[in-house]
Every structure is written in C-alpha cells, then in structure tokens.
C-alpha cells in the first residue's frame, strides 16, 4: 500500500510470494446489495433466477441502485489471458487460472456463491446510474453490459474489491446497445488497467481476458466478442448520484452518500475536513502524497457536516488522479460523469490514450471534435463533473449542523431555509474548488519533482524546470514519456559543457529530427533546458558542487524507477490485437502484460522476476520501448467498443 492506503505500483508486482486460495473458497461478501435498494421489478434472487434472461431488456428503473441480473453465459469460452499481479491482490492461487472453475466463472457460465436449489446465496447485479455525456444529461445509464459478481476481501491486506465481467449480456441498462464488448476494446481495457496500476495510477483493474469463440458482434464491422474481469473497491460513479438529483431523490441520496462514506472510503471519522493553508508549497521539500492529519484544519467559517467532509474527500482523490493522469500524459478520452468514479480511480477504458508527441490539444477520442476531452482539459473537466457532485450533495452540503434534523430530513429543506442552505452549499463547493486545485498542484509537483530526479522543489522549478520542457516538448514535437526517460539514462558527465549538451539534444529527437525548427536551433533549446535541469541535479545530488559518479547513478536509477521504459501506446495495443484476432497469437498478450506490469525495466527477456527466470521476445522489446513510428504516431479512437 502507498502511505495514504492507495493501491502503489507494489501491491501486485514485486509483493513477496503468496499462498492464496482458489476461486470457490475466496471470502465472498455482497456488501452493495444488501445495503442499498435493489429494482422492484426482481424483488429477490430468487425471482431474479427463475426469469428468463431474454425477458431483461432495457428499461427506466426507478428508486433503486442495481438489478439482480445473471450474466448470459457463453458458450466455448477461451481463457487468452490472466494478469498474474490481479491473481495475487485478490488473494487466488496462481494455478487456479488453469482450472475449469476458473474458465467458467470468468465467462459468465458459473455463479459462485449462488445455491440454485435452495434459492439462497449471493447474486449477481448491474448498477443503475445516469450521467452528463460531453456536458448534457444523457439520462439513465447504468451497467448496460458489465453484471457485478461478489466481493471479497483479500484477507492479507483487507481491501475488499468488487468482481464484474464486462461484455455479459443485456440488462435493463442496455439502452440502444447489445451488452456485448468486443475483443479490440477487451484487450485495451485487460492491458491499460494492470500498466496504470503498475504507474501507481488509481485504477480499476482486470483479471481476465475470455475469448467467446464463434460469437459475432456487429460495430463498424463484425468482430468477436469477450469478456474482461475486472475489479475495483468501488464501482460508484459521479453519474450514480446524477440520477437520484435528476429524479428528485434525496432520501437515496442520502442513503448512497451515507454508503459510500462508511463502506467505500473507510468510515466517517477517516475523511478529511477543511484543508489547512492549502496553497503552501515550501521550497526544499518535495510535496508528500496525500494529505496528512496535520494538514487539516477543524472547522472553516463555514459551518461544515460530515458530508462535506465526504464531498472533500472525493474531490481531493479524483485531484490527485487527474495530477497523475496530467504527469504520465494519460487520456480517458471519455471523462463523462458516469466514467467519474467516487474513488478517483482511472474508469472505463474506451478512446483512451498515453502521450506520444507533446501536444496538449490532442484528443484520443475522434468522436470528440470540441476536445472537451483532450490533455489540458481533463483537470478543468474532472472539476466540471465534481461540482455536479456538489449539487447532487447540495441540501446535505447547505444543512450544516441541521443535517440531522428530524425535520429537514424528512421534509428536506423549507422555504424560509432555503437561502441560507444554498449559500452555505455554495460556499463549500467554492472553497473545496480551491482546494482542488491545490491538491492538483501539489500532487503534480511531486510527480514531477520525481520524473526530473529532484529532490527538494523550489518555487522556482515550476516555471524554470516543468513548463518550459512541456514548452519545448511540444514546439519540437518530442516524445512526452521518452523525454523522460531518455533523461533518466543521461549521464551528468555526457553533458557537462554547453558542446556535449548540444550533441546530446538529439537524444530526444526522433529519428527522422525534428521537423518545424532548424535543428540546430532545437539543439540550442534543448541544451539550454539541460544546463538548467543539471544545475538542479547538482544542487540536490551533489557534495561540493560536484556529484560522484556513485551518486549520479542513484539518481539515474531514481529517475528510471519512476520513468516508464515501456507504456501501452495506442500502436502498441492496435499491433497486439491484429496479432490476437487475425493471426490467432496468444503469447503476444503475456509478453505485453508482463511488460506493462514492471514498466520501469530496461529489458524483460531472460531475466528474473519474482524468482522465475522470464522468457520474452529481446525483438519486440526493443520495438515497442523505441520510438513511436511516425505514420502510427498519435492514433484516435472511436467511441464504438
Ligand atoms: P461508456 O461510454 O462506455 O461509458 O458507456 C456509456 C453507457 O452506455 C454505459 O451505461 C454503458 O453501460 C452503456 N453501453 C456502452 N456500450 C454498451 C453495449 N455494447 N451494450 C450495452 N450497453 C452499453
Ligand atoms: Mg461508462
């Protein structure tokens, strides 16, 4: 676990070896649907079982959460792939991905946890939500193809993550659609989970990736379908709490709100109140993750309840993600309020995309021509989506000590009242805005002070240091994450006169040069940037204003440790899956999981990792860590998946 208890790139990748269990005697809980409303329509599991499954088709469904809803089931389902870092953080043994059990269950065949004969047990569900699509209310939305299996718990590290197959089936959710995923967006969504976790991104994860052979799912064309595992310690979004304020549902607001606080982010006394001096950064440290108890201040001149101190929490999380998303150049690419999750983590992998060339305009969503969703817009946005959070908390937020009131909780609020609570909601949400962007800032800064190997910040370096290479990446076209890691290799005695440094500019150039400045005067860009960025070295690294040779490398493997060597580009995926779809390949998907699951090596081939010596393709490797080609450079995705 990271200091702050998010999942760090740790948990699932170098964790010491783990017994784990199987599938079937996995501690199995349904947290979610015991607690919360379920659709009237299926009053109970059991009614829910005995429906046939062509009889769940899309519809409103109002005053719940979920469905009781069974996944379709598939027939002659092909396990591709399991990511072994998923196996050990929900706690299964590592050859249980063998069993029939296994195949079963991650196709949607085999209930676990379910006793048919008797009618009892846990049982599966899809949740309804709703959601502002591209800034307009789009209506209910809901879980048109992912159906929720069970929970459980790991008991080596007690986070408890909710299991769901993607690509299931139809439900009351479906809308327009088929409830099927193809394989394309699969294995996008199978691979880009487990790589941001490994980054130490919040994300929803993946466990599987099925084939359902002989199905045919008609997009733009016909393509096979599959199924995605995936799990996460929440699956609520923004968008769930949309729908209950569009409906007028404030008793179920309260009810989700009060949920999420005590079963999703670790109680009611674990959220933070007002932050203190939020704006503070002081030259010499590197920000910390998270925030820390003595950050927080009691209480702000305005009179605050738990649930403000729930709202703070949920943006200061969603803050901290898009920070990392903004840092390792991550797009969603579809940052609607239903893709909003309440635990700040990545969600749903469509049009999504990591930075090639520097270019804060770009969009990897094609269907996305405003570029609302582009790079230097997705902090604006997240905080577009949490001051929608705001006004569905808006009478909780505006209580303030009345929350509790026998009066104004079931009467809401009265109209000689009602001034007062909206200035009072309004005032929070302003100043939890604030605190957005502070968190943000500081969240960046330390990713960065990382990235460039930095040990102490200075106020400075934002301008001198952050902005200024963003400034040359994108005039000179450079390779966003390359930059960085091109970097970390730099040795500081390549580049200690102004000549090498020039020599050493192109480096980051891609081969073909660069294409819009003479190149002599990219070089001259570059190495002014360098002098400035080893003067920073020097002074954090150095004795005497000199650093050894021992301690350069330090700094070396510092910088490399949090600088991706390989990250899975949009060409990258678009290879595999021809591989895995038209030529029938299925190792290429080991190889690209155990790559995007240790992203900081130099080489993977025939080295060791957790004690077993790995057997990859030196070829490959070097293909998919090099240059992006030019013609693949960039690539946009639809929204059809
Ligand atoms: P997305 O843009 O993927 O976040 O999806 C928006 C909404 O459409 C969600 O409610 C999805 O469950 C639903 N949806 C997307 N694709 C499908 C599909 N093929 N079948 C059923 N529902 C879908
Ligand atoms: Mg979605």
């Known amino acids: 676990m990271a200091s702050n208890g998010a999942p760090g790139p740790q948990d699932g990748v170098k964790a010491p070896p783990y017994e784990g269990t199987t599938l079937a005697d996995l501690p199995k809980s349904w947290t979610f649907t015991s607690s919360l409303p379920n659709d009237p329509r299926h009053a109970n599991p059991a009614e829910s079982h005995a429906t046939p499954r062509e009889q769940f088709l899309p519809r409103q469904v109002h005053g719940a959460l979920y469905t009781w809803v069974r996944p379709e089931g598939a027939e002659d389902p092909e396990l591709l792939a399991v990511s072994p870092a998923a196996l050990r953080d929900l706690g299964i043994r590592a050859d249980e991905a063998q069993t029939?059990?296994?195949?079963?269950?991650?196709?949607?065949?085999?209930?676990?946890?379910?006793?048919?004969?008797?009618?009892?047990?846990?049982?599966?569900?899809?949740?309804?939500?709703?959601?502002?699509?591209?800034?307009?209310?789009?209506?209910?939305?809901?879980?048109?193809?992912?159906?929720?299996?069970?929970?459980?718990?790991?008991?080596?590290?007690?986070?408890?993550?909710?299991?769901?197959?993607?690509?299931?089936?139809?439900?009351?959710?479906?809308?327009?659609?088929?409830?099927?995923?193809?394989?394309?967006?699969?294995?996008?969504?199978?691979?880009?989970?487990?790589?941001?976790?490994?980054?130490?991104?919040?994300?929803?994860?993946?466990?599987?990736?099925?084939?359902?052979?002989?199905?045919?799912?008609?997009?733009?064309?016909?393509?096979?379908?599959?199924?995605?595992?995936?799990?996460?310690?929440?699956?609520?979004?923004?968008?769930?709490?949309?729908?209950l304020r569009t409906r007028g549902d404030r008793v179920l607001i309260r009810q989700l709100a009060t949920y999420v606080a005590e079963e999703v982010l670790g109680g009611w006394e674990a959220l933070p109140g007002r932050l203190a001096n939020p704006e503070a950064p002081t030259d010499g440290e590197v920000p910390r993750r998270g925030v820390k108890k003595d950050e927080i201040e009691g209480p702000s001149e305005v009179e605050e309840n738990r649930f403000a101190r729930l709202y703070r929490e949920v943006v200061r999380r969603n803050a901290e993600t898009v920070a990392q998303w903004q840092a390792y150049g991550f797009m969603n690419g579809v940052l609607n309020t239903d893709n909003t999750s309440v635990m700040g983590l990545s969600l749903d992998f469509g049009p999504f995309a990591f930075m090639d060339n520097f270019d804060p305009s770009y969009t990897p969503n094609h269907d996305d021509s405003l570029l609302r969703y582009s790079y230097k817009n997705q902090p604006t946005i997240i905080w577009w989506n949490l001051v929608r959070f705001g006004e569905a908390l808006g009478e909780l937020l505006g209580a303030g000590a009345g929350v509790d009131d026998p009066v104004f909780v079931s009467e809401g609020v009265t109209k000689e009242k009602e001034k007062e609570i909206v200035a009072r909601a309004e005032s929070i949400i302003m100043q939890t805005g604030e605190e957005y962007k502070a968190t943000f800032l500081k969240e960046y800064r330390r990713l960065m002070c990382g990235r460039l190997g930095l040990k102490t910040y200075r106020e400075s370096d934002f301008d001198q240091l952050f902005s200024s290479v963003l400034d040359i990446m994108q005039e000179l076209e450079l390779d966003f994450n390359l930059f960085f890691r091109r970097l970390s290799g730099l040795k500081l005695s390549e580049i200690s006169t102004s000549q090498e440094r020039r020599a050493k500019a192109s480096l980051f150039f891609y081969k073909e040069g660069v294409r819009l400045v003479r190149e002599d005067d990219a070089r001259v860009r570059i190495s002014e940037w360098i002098e400035l960025w080893r003067q920073r070295i020097v002074d954090d690294w150095g004795e005497n204003g000199s650093v050894s040779e021992e301690r350069d490398a330090e700094r070396s493997a510092a910088m490399k440790a949090v600088n991706p060597n390989f990250i899975p580009r949009g060409w990258i995926l678009d290879e595999v899956i021809q591989r895995v779809e038209k030529k029938g390949e299925r190792d290429v998907l080991d190889r690209v999981m155990h790559m995007a699951l240790h992203p900081f090596e130099d080489t993977w081939d025939s080295r060791e990792f957790d004690g077993v010596e790995y057997k990859g393709d030196a070829e490959e490797e070097a293909r998919w860590t090099k240059d992006v080609p030019e013609s693949v450079r960039s690539l946009q995705c639809s929204c059809s998946s």
Do not use: M
Request: glycine letters at 14%; a neutral charge.
């Open 100 to 243: 029939e059990t296994f195949l079963q269950v991650v196709s949607g065949n085999k209930l676990l946890g379910w006793d048919e004969e008797s009618g009892e047990g846990g049982y599966p569900w899809a949740q309804c939500y709703g959601g502002f699509q591209f800034g307009a209310w789009a209506g209910q939305l809901g879980d048109g193809r992912a159906i929720s299996l069970f929970e459980t718990t790991n008991p080596a590290t007690g986070v408890r993550y909710e299991l769901q197959l993607k690509g299931a089936g139809l439900t009351p959710y479906s809308r327009f659609a088929d409830g099927k995923a193809v394989l394309r967006s699969s294995i996008r969504e199978f691979v880009v989970s487990e790589a941001l976790h490994s980054l130490g991104i919040p994300t929803t994860r993946a466990l599987s990736l099925t084939l359902l052979r002989g199905s045919r799912v008609a997009r733009e064309r016909v393509e096979p379908g599959a199924i995605v595992l995936r799990f996460a310690q929440s699956w609520l979004r923004l968008g769930s709490f949309d729908l």
